[in-house]
């Protein structure tokens, strides 16, 4: 897999089947997503259409925070999420706010902030070194 990910071209030379290995691969990600999603729905303990939907949109932000296409800045997007969402309901913080409202707020504030500073994400290239790349 590895192999493939850093040159497709390389890899079929070196007597790869590269359309096997990325057959493999969304397969792997198929069951991998569906084991999630199972797992998460008997946790939430009740199946309805909008199951995941605010989840859906803290993973979409965590993304866009780290820099799209970045696992680092995931990372450390999540936790600077995950703070900014704890401490708008701490008490000892400004006072503290309402947990259901705060929390969907500071989700909001700090993409808005850090977008408003750095629109690539926080590990993202800009758009100059991906038009240098070719992409």
């Given at each position: 897999?590895r192999?493939v990910?850093?040159?497709r071209?390389l890899?079929a ?10 057959a493999?691969?969304?397969l792997?990600?198929?069951?991998l997503a ?23 949109f ?12 970045s ?7 999540g936790l600077?999420l995950?703070?900014?969402m ?7 913080f ?6 259901r ?6 989700r909001?504030a ?26």
């Open positions: 897999m192999a990910a850093d040159n071209d890899a030379i070196s007597g790869i089947d590269v359309d096997r290995i990325g493999y691969v969304w792997l990600a198929g069951a569906g084991l999630g999603g199972v797992m998460f729905g008997v946790v939430q303990g009740t199946f309805e259409p909008n199951l995941g939907s605010q989840v859906l803290l993973i979409f932000t965590t993304v866009v925070l780290g820099g799209i296409g696992a680092y800045g995931a990372l450390v997007a600077v995950g703070l900014a704890d401490l708008s309901t701490w008490s000892g400004f006072g503290g706010a309402s947990t409202g705060s929390s969907r707020s500071s909001f700090a993409l808005i902030l850090l977008l408003l500073y750095r629109p690539q994400g926080l590990f993202g290239k800009g758009p100059g070194a991906l038009m240098r790349s070719g992409l």
